[in-house]
């Protein structure tokens, strides 16, 4: 069957940490992933998209690594800080033509850092 | 607008009544989106629109789930006969729905709707 894991429980880290978060799937050939990070009460929020054809994007302290080998992507946020703590959802990317992009999304891993 | 909005934030109904939920596309996105999100779980696609037409309704899980868009803007999920198995938030999203080309066509979701069913 077709699935997206990611870190099913919390992951809770020291400020000025880490944090590293993992989305493996199996029995999709996605184009792209995206990540999106969660807040209570609120949609997601879109953060970062790799094309397979990257093995690493970099956005301010977040990185994304995507391993079409290994069907893995890892999501990394540097010099952690608790305005971090959230949901991060990682979206499988299954771009059609015109224009039409079906995300299939994880369960997302809750992240919270503490001071 | 300023973002996608939804409404209502919270709908609380009784088994076997109907609903409805609407949606607010940014202004000029063709694309529109419909999730569905239960208690610690993912996303779960249900209906995609390009415009007013809907390509993809593959994720609507029965027929008492239907969704339409009028005017390539607002779009309205209705649920016929909700059964308690049906609670969950709804999300929608929106987004430019051009070609892929050289950009992230990323989506923009609402805040949802928390729907209670009794």
């Known amino acids: 069957s077709q699935k997206i894991e990611q870190n099913s429980e919390a992951l809770n880290i020291q400020e000025g940490k880490t944090a590293t978060l993992t989305c493996n799937y199996t029995n999709y050939s996605p184009a792209y992933l995206q990540w999106y990070r969660q807040d209570p009460g609120r949609g997601p929020v879109f953060l970062l998209l790799i094309r397979e054809n990257e093995k690493e994007k970099r956005k301010e302290r977040l990185k994304v690594t995507f391993d079409t080998t290994l069907k893995q992507s890892l999501f990394h946020i540097t010099a952690s800080q608790p305005a971090d703590s959230a949901t991060y959802l990682c979206a499988l990317d299954l771009s059609f033509s015109g224009g039409y992009n079906k995300l299939i999304f994880g369960a997302g891993t809750r992240l919270a850092v503490h001071p | 607008g300023a973002g996608v909005s939804q409404s209502p934030s919270n709908k609380v109904t009784e088994k076997g009544k109907d609903v409805e939920l609407r949606c607010d596309p940014i202004s000029g996105h063709t694309a529109l989106y419909w999730y569905r999100q239960s208690l610690g779980q993912g996303l779960e696609f249900l209906i995609y629109f390009q415009g007013n037409s809907a390509p993809d309704k593959s994720g609507l899980p029965s027929d008492r789930f239907s969704a339409e868009r009028t005017g390539g803007s607002v779009s309205t999920l209705t649920i016929q006969r909700t059964q308690q198995e049906d609670s969950a938030v709804y999300l929608c999203?929106?987004?430019?729905?051009?070609?892929?080309?050289?950009?992230?066509?990323?989506?923009?979701f609402g805040p949802g709707t928390r729907l209670t069913v009794l």
């Open positions: 999203a929106s987004s430019h729905g051009l070609a892929r080309t050289q950009y992230v066509d990323e989506q923009f």
